[in-house]
């Protein structure tokens, strides 16, 4: 993980890039437009630093530059490319990844959804014995693959060929045909009242029929997803039995998965996972 040295209180500490640009992603978006040397000396570092920061921000949408600073972004129609998803808050994904097999027993029915976070369960999945997956995400297929014990089922139909996924046409029907243990999907955003948003009614289409046939629900998004606009509506935080980030998540949140029950498992630094025992219990 790239870091920066920085002073806190006097003494130097590192700081991870990554964490620096959640950190002025949530700012921004909390207090509005932000110069750029205001973020600089704020988190102790070059201006040069920052503008890196910003710049791979505003990549995504979610920020958007003005002379001298940053302010929030618009809400995209079109999601990221997936290869520029692939190394995106990747750290964040590979400890959320790291919680989610923690929490999934050797011998489970799977569902795995689309989406870069999944493809990070599944990698982190491939070395359990006796996983019974059913996809719609080739590289989750792929990643699971070299695990001879793993038996792997996938959606036909037409691919997207950078995403490596099937999402439309004959596929809309593939997660009616099973009844698993567990689903495991990601989502485009998350609104501030908890509806899901995603990129395409085709999209939103799959995960709903994945969410409907699993008995439990895991939702995983690093912390980036809160407050990302996307233009389908669909479902609510709520629905999940469990959501794994990386991150506190906003206050609003916290307060929806509460009064629904739905565990909140936050993958912590140094491999740390904090989560309930009760994680593998059925709602």
């Not at 920020?63 to 929030?72: D, I, K, M, Q, S």
């Not at 989406?115 to 792929?142: D, F, I, K, S, Y």
């Not at 485009?188 to 289409?205: H, I, K, M, R």
Request: a neutral charge; glycine letters at 10%.
């Amino acid at each position: 993980m790239n870091t920066e040295k920085r002073r806190d209180g006097g003494k130097e500490v590192a700081v991870a890039a990554e964490d620096r640009a959640q950190a002025i992603l949530q700012w921004v978006r909390r207090d509005g437009f932000q110069t750029i040397e205001a973020l600089a000396r704020h988190f102790g570092v070059t201006p040069q630093t920052v503008r890196r920061d910003v710049n791979a921000i505003c990549e995504t949408g979610m920020l958007r530059r003005r002379h001298g600073g940053v302010e929030a972004g618009a809400s995209s129609p079109a999601n990221l490319a997936y290869p520029a998803r692939q190394v995106l808050n990747l750290e964040a994904k590979r400890r959320i990844a790291a919680a989610v097999a923690s929490a999934v027993p050797p011998g489970a029915s799977l569902f795995l959804g689309i989406g870069t976070t999944p493809e990070q369960c599944a990698l982190a999945l491939a070395g359990h014995a006796g996983l019974r997956v059913m996809t719609n995400n080739l590289n989750v297929a792929l990643a699971l693959a070299v695990n001879p014990d793993c038996k792997i089922t996938i959606a036909g139909g037409a691919m997207r060929n950078l995403d490596r996924d099937v999402v439309a046409g004959e596929a809309q029907d593939f997660f009616e045909r099973f009844a698993v243990d567990i689903g495991i999907y990601g989502v485009g955003g998350v609104a501030e009242d908890g509806t899901l948003l995603d990129f395409s009614q085709d999209e939103l289409e799959m995960r709903q029929s994945l969410t409907r046939n699993c008995r439990q629900r895991y939702l995983v998004l690093d912390n980036s997803k809160f407050g990302r606009g996307a233009t389908v509506r669909g479902g609510n935080i709520a629905e999940a039995s469990a959501v794994f980030t990386e991150h506190a998540v906003p206050e609003g949140i916290a307060a929806i998965l509460a009064r629904s029950g739905t565990q909140l498992i936050v993958a912590g630094d140094a491999g740390e996972t904090l989560f309930p025992s009760t994680v593998n219990r059925g709602r």
